[in-house]
């Protein structure tokens, strides 16, 4: 779901060796997945900054932001420590806003594919702005509170979102009541780990094991009051994403990396990204963009059965045709060895036809001496056991499309019966 930029894609996926100084690449006039950053000086800075200095971490210019790369303890040793215990990456960057008023849903409705209205009260779900072509024009994480929705989308597509909410809310304010309001006032932490429900549960006083994954609750947090307290996040790990008042996040951080309970450690977007990957999760702008539909991006999942029989969102027309007719591609798991491929390389079928694109790719820290990464393939490749090649720098390299996630998700669900 969170864009990272091009240049810390190129760079981190160069190999294990390079996971250490994978960031020396990394500019002021990087891009962030094709939106452009600001000038060093210009970079906003979420209220962690000065306690990530503090920490150690290494801060590169990241969708106008100075965000936190990596800590002190590298980057493969923060991607298992993560898979192991329990992480804090700083992702106040994001945007969070709420929509309030009794037309809430059948607003947010007209945009997203989601089925906001069949979510029970304090759940939530993954869904996707849509253009009128069917492409995405971000994802974004949908709460449906008991009198408003709490919706957290990319930082790189702040800008597009934020005019687009407004832009709505203004165009139906006389046949709707709906307002929008931009959180800019809160921060957003992810706990994520196994040991994730150790180190929170001291701080409250509800019982974690009754949480489930995308479900959520308002709650205080070690006496800290107003803590949105949502079991989700984007490592595949079990966790969860706290949004709380920006003057109380830094001692929410504190509190959490001195527990005497388990061994909490700050993460940065280097582990995030290969976390993430590992679970075969979307990187908004390498994934995903306005020029893939839900259906080639395996995401028909987020479509509900309602919105498909109502058909009533944008570019649903040609969403509805790939569904029963097919998409002419497909994004698809891929494991290698030897060079890793990184984003932009050629996928080539058996006989060295070129049938698609690499859109995420790096070593695995938790397959030995395995490279994955997701791309396009056309779908008469796309089964899992087909074999590729992999165009990197000048060698091809052998490769199969495979299942995602490339690494079992440890989310908390509840028992099947």
Not at 88 to 108: A, E, P, W, Y
Not at 155 to 170: H, I, R, S, Y
Not at 290 to 304: D, F, R
Request: glycine content about 8%.
């Amino acid at each position: 779901m969170r864009v990272l930029s091009a240049s810390f894609k190129r760079s981190f996926c160069k190999g294990k060796a390079g996971f250490g100084s994978a960031f020396r690449a990394v500019s002021a006039s990087s891009s962030c997945a094709g939106y452009a950053t600001n000038a060093k000086d210009d970079l906003k800075r979420t209220v962690l900054y000065d306690f990530h200095v503090n920490q150690g971490a290494k801060m590169v210019p990241f969708c106008g932001w100075s965000m936190p790369v990596q800590y002190k303890d590298g980057v493969l040793n923060s991607h298992h420590h993560t898979r192991s215990h329990t992480s804090i990456f700083d992702v106040s960057h994001m945007l969070q806003f709420k929509l309030h008023g009794k037309d809430r849903v059948k607003c947010l409705e007209s945009l997203v594919v989601a089925d906001i209205e069949g979510l029970n009260e304090h759940q939530g779900m993954l869904s996707v702005f849509t253009n009128e072509q069917g492409g995405i024009r971000d994802d974004l994480i949908i709460n449906k509170l008991p009198n408003e929705l709490y919706v957290v989308s990319n930082a790189g597509c702040a800008d597009k979102v934020t005019q687009l909410m407004k832009e709505k809310c203004a165009a139906v304010k006389e046949e709707m009541d709906v307002t929008l309001e931009i959180l800019d006032y809160r921060s957003l932490i992810a706990l994520q780990g196994p040991e994730a429900v150790q180190a929170l549960q001291g701080g409250m006083k509800e019982n974690l094991n009754d949480l489930y994954f995308m479900n959520g609750l308002t709650t205080d947090v070690f006496d800290i009051a107003d803590v949105r307290v949502t079991r989700c996040g984007y490592t595949g790990e079990d966790g969860f994403e706290l949004s709380v008042h920006s003057k109380d996040v830094e001692k929410l951080c504190e509190t959490l990396l001195s527990s005497k309970v388990v061994d909490v450690r700050m993460a940065g977007l280097a582990p995030r990204d290969s976390l993430r990957l590992e679970a075969g999760l979307c990187l908004y702008g390498n994934d995903i963009d306005e020029t893939t539909t839900p259906v080639e991006a395996t995401l028909l999942w987020t479509i509900g059965k309602r919105r498909r029989a109502n058909a009533d969102f944008p570019g649903a027309d040609i969403i509805l045709k790939q569904i029963s007719e097919k998409p002419s591609r497909k994004r698809v798991g891929i494991i290698s060895s030897g060079p890793p491929a990184r984003a932009g390389a050629a996928i080539l079928d058996a006989d060295g036809n070129e049938i698609g694109k690499v859109t995420s790719g790096c070593p695995s820290p938790c397959l030995p001496k395995q490279n994955i990464a997701m791309g396009y393939v056309q779908t008469k490749h796309a089964k899992n056991g087909s074999a590729l090649q992999l165009q990197v720098h000048k060698k091809l390299v052998q490769a199969t499309v495979t299942k995602m996630p490339f690494v079992p998700t440890t989310y908390y669900l509840p028992k099947k019966s």
